[in-house]
């Protein structure tokens, strides 16, 4: 009933930035937790960034904090993660997802390829 869909992935150099978006649709996502994931080639996929419904309360992974803000536009039913001082590790594909009940994801997107060259 929630079909997101991810968009803003590309090539990028080391110490640039990108920013995803993930665009919900079917059902208005302003009460969703939402978040980021990623998942590098041969690794398992792994958390990266959450944000609750209200928008006022966040979480990263230790690798990106600092570096990766998540933030949502609820009138736009769209989430977003700017990436900042990108590294050759954060190549990955970036899913994004949201879950409305405790901690789990109900739905996903189909995932975006960020990948930064050195």
């Known amino acids: 009933q929630v079909q997101l869909v991810e968009s803003g992935g590309g090539l990028v150099q080391a110490g640039g930035s990108l920013k995803l978006s993930c665009a919900a649709s079917?059902?208005?996502?302003?009460?969703?937790?939402m978040g980021w994931f990623r998942q590098a080639p041969g690794k398992e996929r792994e958390f990266v960034a959450v944000?609750?419904?209200?928008?006022?309360?966040?979480g990263y992974a230790n690798s990106v904090k600092g570096r990766f803000t998540i933030s949502r536009d609820n009138a736009k039913n769209t989430l977003y993660l700017q990436m900042n001082s990108l590294k050759p590790d954060d190549t990955a594909v970036y899913y994004c997802a949201a879950g409305l009940y405790g901690l789990q994801y109900e739905f996903w997107g189909q995932g975006t390829q960020v990948t930064v060259s050195s």
């Open positions: 079917g059902r208005t996502v302003g009460t969703y937790r």
């Open positions: 944000i609750g419904g209200s928008g006022t309360s966040t």
